[in-house]
């Protein structure tokens, strides 16, 4: 242990994380395109943050529910239909959505206009979820449900197979 961490102090400055208009990792999927914001490198992987546009008319992922992390997300613009259970909300911009682990949950877009939402995830342990999907769909073919699933797992995530 270092004199500064004896003492409470910080050995040296945290880096401070700047990401501008156009900056951060783009990641395609389907339709939706998410620019990873934080992906946990930056916060000793305490929290990632993601950027997603989704649009018009567009079905979010089947239910489903976190073992290891929580889940944000806060309405931009535009709005989605959150199902959690069998209950829907319908959030508008302004609207923060917060998912403990366990809870059920699904999104998406029914309106006609594009949606824009800013997503957390705490610790990070999803933003490399997206990744593997983005990159399991390169060669343009859509992963089979069971590589989903698979990819699911490797995340501490399954489906909610309890609801529609």
């Known amino acids: 242990m270092t004199e500064e961490q004896k003492a409470g102090r910080p050995a040296a400055d945290p880096a401070v994380s700047v990401v501008r208009p156009g900056d951060g990792e783009m990641i395609s ?9 934080e992906d ?15 649009p018009p008319h567009t079905p979010g ?8 992390h929580d889940e944000g997300f806060y309405i931009i613009s535009g709005a989605l239909r959150f199902t959690v259970g069998n209950e829907e909300h319908d959030a508008t911009a302004g609207t923060l959505v917060m998912v403990p682990p366990g809870a059920p949950h699904t999104f998406a877009n029914v309106t006609g206009e594009p949606a824009v939402m800013l997503s957390t995830f705490t610790p990070d342990l999803y933003v490399q979820y997206f990744r593997d999907l983005q990159e399991a769909a390169a060669d343009g073919r859509a992963p089979t449900p069971e590589e989903t699933l698979r990819t699911m797992r490797r995340y501490a995530t399954e489906p909610a197979t309890d609801f529609g």
């Open 40 to 54: 946990g490198s930056g916060t000793g992987h305490r929290i990632g943050i993601a950027e997603s546009v989704v």
């Open 29 to 37: 999927l389907g339709a939706t395109r998410m620019r990873i914001l």
């Open 61 to 68: 992922p089947p239910q489903h529910r976190h073992a290891r």
